[in-house]
Structures are given as structure tokens and as C-alpha cells.
């Protein structure tokens, strides 16, 4: 079993930043890629940025600059800074991991409880 455990979301003005984080931790082989997705209120759950083990990110088109995935392979984790918040931004964000927990085991994705992001004047 894997968990996935997010933070640093909160309320922030339009302008503002903040940076989110998510360490994984339980029976973990290899993780092959980590990112980030959000839901707005009524809104269908979204890619905003992935990272390889690697170090070959992606971001969605509406990042435009503003955000930067990176993490930390010797501690399972992987940040996400967010600059320049607009209020379309406010969401739930959910930390994805795809995981191997042996080497002859399939790559599953596993989520975190996601962590709410806030932006309002």
C-alpha cells in the first residue's frame, strides 16, 4: 500500500503563491512519474503538471509560466510552485504517483487526499 500525503494549500490573494508539496511513503519499488491535478467546484478533475523520475516535466497549457513541478526521488516527493494565482485556480489538488511496489509488479496509480487551494481578493 502507498500513500500520498499533500500540503501547503490555503487561502492566498490573487497575485499571491504558494507551494505545495507531497511525500509518498509505504511499499514502494520504484516510482516512475508524480503530478499534480486539480478540481474546481463542478469541474472535471485535470492535469496541471507531471514530473519523471527522470526530470521530464509537463505542463497544461493554463500554467503558462506561472507554476513549476520539481522533486526530491531520495525523498519521494514532489513540489509544485504556484505563482501569480488567479481565482480559477481555486481547486482541490490531488497529488498523483505512478508506483511499482516490486519490479515484477504492474505500475498503479495511487492518489493523495488532496489539499485545498484558495484564491479570493
Known amino acids: 500500500q502507498v500513500q500520498l500525503v499533500e500540503s501547503g494549500g490555503g487561502l492566498v490573494q490573487p497575485g499571491g503563491s504558494l507551494r505545495l508539496s507531497c511525500a509518498a511513503s509505504?511499499?514502494?519499488?520504484?516510482?516512475?512519474?508524480m503530478g499534480w491535478y486539480r478540481q474546481g467546484p463542478g469541474k472535471q478533475r485535470e492535469l496541471v503538471a507531471g514530473i519523471t523520475s527522470g526530470g521530464i516535466t509537463n505542463y497544461a497549457d493554463f500554467v503558462k509560466g506561472r507554476f513549476t513541478i520539481s522533486r526530491d526521488n531520495a525523498k519521494n516527493t514532489v513540489y509544485l510552485q504556484m505563482n501569480s494565482l488567479k481565482p480559477e485556480d481555486t481547486a482541490v489538488y490531488y497529488c498523483?504517483?505512478?508506483?511499482?511496489?516490486?519490479?515484477?509488479?504492474?505500475?498503479?496509480?495511487?492518489w493523495g487526499q488532496g489539499t485545498q487551494v484558495t484564491v479570493s481578493s
Open positions: 509505504g511499499s514502494i519499488f520504484s516510482i516512475n512519474a
Open positions: 498523483n504517483s505512478q508506483v511499482r511496489s516490486s519490479w515484477f509488479a504492474a505500475v498503479e496509480n495511487y
